[in-house]
């Protein structure tokens, strides 16, 4: 007789395999691991465990946003299947979210349309659910809401809610890991987050100063999570990432889950380059161009005055000193941002 889907998990934990064999949808299940942790399967790519205990963290991990970047993704399989196998016994409630399941079948960033640009209700804007990614943002927030709004712990004060969305960049990078701290609405940047990234080997963090319609800003903004989109090294298919390079991050990560706390290094900011956007560029007609190679890494700073991209007849100069250039791609929808222009920052005076 074939064996049921929790039977599957709990003798193969392979999540990611069951999410990749049902891309489109998934019925919902649950179950219970020999600790008592409770498993609900709420949708492909959605697995939420409940250890019996609960204890004052609400954790979101996410990955495959993006279906081609693949170290994150193979870094939360790992992770779901040491929990499933009894490896790695949880202190927390965790939700891992395997983001955008038929564009990582189709080894593609996205499908139709870019997942990472539809959070915070822009999935139903203009022609509104028309298609997969627009359906599966809305679905996202939905599943982000549920697994913050349980009742169980809604009572249970103070909650620590935080969501790291793990990606990797299509372009090589001056700093090879680096995090995006969305736009905290002038609120304090937190010092145990920066530390915590450190834990990860990010020492590399891009301050926003506005709004975004990205998945980490959207738990930021919306749920008042501690959220991350964290770059992890370049995109490269399943198979082909050097996962030792990612080490320190797979251990951090592991150990938020399992301990009541993660032991982190006391935070100085001479450890970071820190960098807030200057300005972003966003395309506007089709004939935008990049004016240097695909090889160029981010983070690269070119003289006052280089020309860096063309858009029909306007054209982008560098405009200040150590103006350093970051996720340049000239591929992306008209409207949308086509490369951001960032310098180095501080913290010091804004930081809790
Ligand atoms: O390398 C690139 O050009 C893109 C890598 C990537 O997917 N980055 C995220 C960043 C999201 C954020 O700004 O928080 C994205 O572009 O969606
Ligand atoms: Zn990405």
Redesign the pocket.
Same mark, same amino acid.
């Given at each position: 007789m074939p064996k049921s889907l929790p039977e599957q998990l709990l003798t193969q934990g392979d999540f990611l395999k069951l999410t990749l064999a049902h891309p489109d949808s998934l019925e919902p299940f649950q179950f219970d691991l020999p600790d008592d942790t409770r498993v609900s399967v709420w949708d492909t790519g959605v697995i939420c465990f409940e250890p019996a205990t609960l204890t004052g963290k609400d954790i979101v991990l996410s990955c495959g946003? /993006?279906g081609n970047?693949t170290a994150p993704i193979e870094i939360c399989a790992e992770l779901v299947q040491d929990v499933l196998l009894g490896r790695l016994n949880l202190k927390h409630r965790l939700l891992v979210l395997f983001g955008n399941p038929p564009a990582i079948n189709a080894g593609k960033?996205e499908v139709t349309e870019?997942l990472? &640009?539809l959070f915070s209700g822009h999935h139903s804007a203009g022609e509104g659910l028309v298609n997969a990614e627009r359906i599966r943002a809305k679905a996202l927030e939905d599943y982000v809401s549920r697994f913050y709004s349980d009742k169980r712990v809604t009572k249970m004060v103070p909650r620590n809610r935080c969501l790291y969305?793990l /990606?990797?960049?299509?372009?090589g990078s001056r700093f090879e890991k680096f995090a995006?701290y969305?736009f905290v609405h002038g609120k304090s940047w937190q010092k145990a987050q920066l530390e915590f990234l450190r834990a990860c080997d990010v020492t590399t963090v891009?301050l926003?100063q506005t709004p975004?319609s990205?998945?980490?800003?959207y738990a930021s903004n919306t749920h008042g999570a501690d959220a991350?989109?964290i770059?992890l090294g370049k995109?490269r298919p399943f198979g082909q990432n050097d996962m030792s390079r990612f080490a320190k991050a797979r251990q951090t990560l592991r150990a938020l889950v399992s301990l009541a706390e993660v032991a982190t290094e006391p935070f100085v900011e001479a450890d970071f380059q820190l960098y807030q956007v200057y300005r972003a560029i966003n395309k506007q007609t089709d004939a935008f161009k990049l004016n240097f190679a695909d090889d160029v890494e981010?983070f690269t700073s070119y003289p006052v005055g280089t020309v860096l991209a063309t858009d029909g007849d306007i054209e982008y100069r560098v405009e200040r000193e150590g103006e350093a250039l970051?996720?340049?791609?000239a591929k992306v929808a008209i409207g949308q &941002?086509a490369m951001?222009m960032v310098v180095p920052t501080t913290v010091s005076d804004n930081l809790a």
């Amino acid at each position: 007789m074939p064996k049921s889907l929790p039977e599957q998990l709990l003798t193969q934990g392979d999540f990611l395999k069951l999410t990749l064999a049902h891309p489109d949808s998934l019925e919902p299940f649950q179950f219970d691991l020999p600790d008592d942790t409770r498993v609900s399967v709420w949708d492909t790519g959605v697995i939420c465990f409940e250890p019996a205990t609960l204890t004052g963290k609400d954790i979101v991990l996410s990955c495959g946003v /993006h279906g081609n970047e693949t170290a994150p993704i193979e870094i939360c399989a790992e992770l779901v299947q040491d929990v499933l196998l009894g490896r790695l016994n949880l202190k927390h409630r965790l939700l891992v979210l395997f983001g955008n399941p038929p564009a990582i079948n189709a080894g593609k960033r996205e499908v139709t349309e870019n997942l990472n &640009r539809l959070f915070s209700g822009h999935h139903s804007a203009g022609e509104g659910l028309v298609n997969a990614e627009r359906i599966r943002a809305k679905a996202l927030e939905d599943y982000v809401s549920r697994f913050y709004s349980d009742k169980r712990v809604t009572k249970m004060v103070p909650r620590n809610r935080c969501l790291y969305d793990l /990606h990797t960049a299509i372009r090589g990078s001056r700093f090879e890991k680096f995090a995006v701290y969305p736009f905290v609405h002038g609120k304090s940047w937190q010092k145990a987050q920066l530390e915590f990234l450190r834990a990860c080997d990010v020492t590399t963090v891009l301050l926003m100063q506005t709004p975004a319609s990205t998945f980490s800003y959207y738990a930021s903004n919306t749920h008042g999570a501690d959220a991350f989109t964290i770059e992890l090294g370049k995109v490269r298919p399943f198979g082909q990432n050097d996962m030792s390079r990612f080490a320190k991050a797979r251990q951090t990560l592991r150990a938020l889950v399992s301990l009541a706390e993660v032991a982190t290094e006391p935070f100085v900011e001479a450890d970071f380059q820190l960098y807030q956007v200057y300005r972003a560029i966003n395309k506007q007609t089709d004939a935008f161009k990049l004016n240097f190679a695909d090889d160029v890494e981010n983070f690269t700073s070119y003289p006052v005055g280089t020309v860096l991209a063309t858009d029909g007849d306007i054209e982008y100069r560098v405009e200040r000193e150590g103006e350093a250039l970051i996720f340049p791609n000239a591929k992306v929808a008209i409207g949308q &941002r086509a490369m951001l222009m960032v310098v180095p920052t501080t913290v010091s005076d804004n930081l809790a």
